[in-house]
């Protein structure tokens, strides 16, 4: 088995000349062996004749990567997108009982690895094409044995949540009603509709209901199926923190003797609430990904942000990412930068209200708050985006903005948008957020989290004295949210400005903040600011409300949800302590 793979994206390297150069340098093809080669105009280099002499690398080194695999690794890929593409070893694998989770960055075949377990993939070995019997050969003496053997026998119904809800619209339509009708299987509809709190928009039409419903929605349907093994693929992007919660503890409840359900997910906070056991998936995003074995949940999370494999000798990470016990939070002494009085806004049938607070320089502040509640419509206010309809806001300072919604239609290449943060910021954002290899995509050619990453590097690398970010963590990965709580925090540091996040994550909140704004109400009807207060102060009147409680792990410092109704749980409402210091 080759030791070493090679990966072209055609798609980046268009120049043919640029290519018949970097043919041409190849040391294996100048001492007349063929390593790189043309089929037409694309262009492919064989693993087996490569020397990995990193030539080709240095020359297009975002659109060729050759790359040592580990020495462990005595199998051939599970499935292969084809020559010189993404390649994914191992698998993680359901077990009956219990809640399995998935956790590792983007593009490192998480949903490949889901897919083929659901059956919605073909995998191929590395070939052209697999059969059961033949991952039952490949799979031998293992738990995916047992799982193959029993999908071939039919004896394993499968149910698939996708990652991308937002694609429901454009692949159903009527209702919401008629399409989860058209799905129950088990009888279930008008329980499952109470669950997911879904009575409201029955309704309402597919193509018309907000990112979070259609992530409930998806859940529902995926449910209502007959199933004995579920899959979920971020089951809580577009969800706030109550939601999640909620969302947490429904899905939990499906695990029994004879069911099993697997979860990809990125808030650490919920994979921790919501999962039994995980498996980390690591490797190079685009390149090839490789499934650990199963650990515990709190195990396997401090592994992987401890970034080393013990069992497989494994260092996938040059360093650990750290949590810290927090120092004893500082009363505001900088000067004021924005303060507020009597806000209102009225929104259609939505009040919202912000009675009095204030933002002075140096505060880092967080902003929580279930969807539809006036989060975006009163940042927006502050930023001088919207006017409020009565009530003062007292600006001092210069705001950097970035909305919730992201602009993707231009055709400007990445590196002329964000020319000022390259010249001026380069180690403090662009490499951190690992934008250079973006630098000469077109915006309107970027996923979901590139489009994120672009739009912080450019609200942050303005020059201004307040920065205002809405929902900065949506479509990042575990790695990529806490890089950029830390880069806003020593960002906001170095300048000496202020910031005010919304955000649904807690992890990446209480990571990023000193202080808290909280918002209650009831959801597109009224909504009222509260705060700015102490993360103790905040924390608690928020996770009262939710009715949960949160420690620290002892190992890794990160915070962690107590199970409900555990002793922890139970001492710390006692003592009125929902927040760890």
Known sequence: MTKRIAVVDNEKLRDMEKKKHIQSLCPVNRAGTECMYFQGTDFFIDEG????????????????????????LDKPPVHRYGQNKFALYNLPIPLFGRVTGIVGRNGIGKTTALKILAGMLQPNLGKEEASYDDMISFFKGTEAQKFFERLKNKEITVSYKPQQVDLIPKQASGSVKELLQKVDEQGKFDEIVK???????????????????????????????????????????????KQRIKVSKFIRKLADDKTAVMVVE????????MTDDVHIM????????????????????NVYLAGYLKEENMRFRDKPIKFTERAEERKA??????????????????????????????????????????????????????????????????????PQYLESGSDELVSTLLSDAISKYSNQIIKPLNIEPLFERKINELSGGELQRVAIA???????????MDEPSAYLDVEQRLTISKV???????????????????IFLDNLSEKLMVFDGEPALRG??????????????????????????????????????SVKDREQKDKGKYYYR
Not at 285 to 290: A, K, N, P, Q, R
Not at 458 to 468: F, G, H, N, R
Not at 488 to 506: F, Q, T, Y
Request: charged share 25%; proline share 2%.
């Open 282 to 301: 690591y490797g190079k995003e685009g390149v090839y990904g490789i499934c650990s074995g199963i650990k515990s949940t709190r195990n396997g999370i």
């Open 195 to 241: 669950e997911l709190e879904l009575e409201r928009i029955l309704d309402n039409d597919v193509s018309k209901i907000s990112g979070g419903e259609l992530q409930r929605v998806a859940i529902a349907a995926t449910v209502l199926k007959k199933a004995n093994i579920y899959f979920f693929d971020e089951p809580t992007s577009f969800l706030d923190i």
């Open 49 to 72: 004749t490569c020397i990995g002499c990193g030539i080709c690398v240095k020359r297009a080194p975002n659109a060729i990567w050759v790359i040592n695999l580990p020495e462990a």
């Open 488 to 506: 806003i925090r020593d960002l906001m540091e170095d300048k000496g400005a202020s910031s005010l996040v919304v955000d649904h994550d807690l």
């Open 458 to 468: 450019l609200c942050l690398s303005k020059d201004a004295q307040l920065y205002v």
């Open 266 to 273: 990125h808030d650490l906070i919920i994979l921790d609430y």
């Open 528 to 565: 009222k600011a509260k705060g700015p207060f102490t993360m103790e102060e905040g924390m608690t009147m928020f996770l009262t409300d939710l009715d949960i409680t949160f420690r620290r792990d002892e190992e890794s410092l990160r915070p962690r949800v107590n199970k409900s109704g």
């Open 333 to 402: 002494t900088g000067d004021l930068q924005v303060g507020w009085q009597g806000i209102t806004k009225k929104l259609g049938k939505f009040d919202l209200e912000a009675t009095q607070g204030e933002i002075h320089k140096d505060d880092v502040i967080g902003v929580l708050g279930e969807n539809g509640i006036g989060k975006t419509s009163f940042v927006r206010i502050l930023a001088g985006v919207d006017k409020s309809d009565s009530g003062e806001v007292d600006t001092h300072v210069t705001v950097s903005y970035k």
